[in-house]
């Protein structure tokens, strides 16, 4: 339980950091929050998982996103993947 949340704060520090980030457009950084906001719900760890990768996945597949921010949503999405 204590990795879960300390995996749980590592992913919300790198979405922190992805949405601080001025290059990256502002509709990413909405949705950004919205996935932040998810995390830090009191539900059960599955249905925070379920609902920020489908949000991240949607924003990773868009075509005007930079390539490095892509890569920054597939290593968040990669330390998601470790609680299914």
Known sequence: MAE???EVDAIIHN???????????RNVRAKVQVVI???KEE?????KVSR?????DEL???VNLQSY??????????MLEKFN
């Not at 920020?52 to 991240?56: F, P, Q, R």
């Not at 921010?69 to 990669?78: A, G, K, M, P």
């Open 37 to 39: 906001t998810a995390m």
């Open 15 to 25: 979405l922190n950091e992805l949405q601080e980030d001025s290059t990256v457009p």
């Open 52 to 56: 920020a990768l489908s949000e991240l």
């Open 43 to 47: 539900t059960e760890i599955q249905i």
């Open 69 to 78: 921010t892509r890569t920054q949503l597939w290593n968040i999405i990669s």
């Open 60 to 62: 990773a597949n868009d």
């Open 4 to 6: 879960q949340i300390i």
